[in-house]
Nanobody, 125 residues
Framework: QVQLVESGGGEVQAGQSLKLSCEASGRSLNHYAMGWFRQFPGEERTFVARISWGSVATLYADSVKGRFTIFRDIGKNAVYLQMNSLKPEDTAVYFC??????????????????WGQGIQVTVSS
């Protein structure tokens, strides 16, 4: 069983940046796609970004494209989300997730089998 732990959240002003980290333990995720999701109050988690095994391909939600960058460090078994030009509407709880099997790609909640506990990101105007 893999454990995912997010860090790096907090409160910033609009236009500033934050970098979220997600460290995995219990199993190597080298062959797994990794993703970031976010959840607004009262809503379901929604897809933010995904990176494939080997960092070959990335995919972003339209709302964050050009502002957020997902990348991973295989040696540290970790994935990151660099968030630039933050907006108040980015305020949410952010979750990292590992795909529910090696060499699988998807963006739906059901495509991911392991989740972090979530971390709050607040952007004030």
């Amino acid at each position: 069983q893999v454990q995912l732990v997010e860090s790096g959240g907090g409160e910033v002003q609009a236009g500033q940046s934050l970098k979220l980290s997600c460290e995995a333990s219990g199993r190597s995720l080298n062959h797994y796609a990794m993703g970031w999701f976010r959840q607004f109050p009262g809503e379901e988690r929604t897809f933010v970004a995904r990176i494939s095994w080997g960092s070959v391909a990335t995919l972003y939600a339209d709302s964050v494209k050009g502002r957020f960058t997902i990348f991973r460090d295989i040696g540290k078994n970790a994935v990151y989300l660099q968030m630039n030009s933050l907006k108040p509407e980015d305020t949410a709880v952010y979750f990292c997730a590992a795909a529910n099997g090696p060499f699988r790609l998807g963006t739906a909640l059901g495509d991911f089998g392991s989740w972090g506990q979530g971390i709050q990101v607040t952007v004030s105007s």
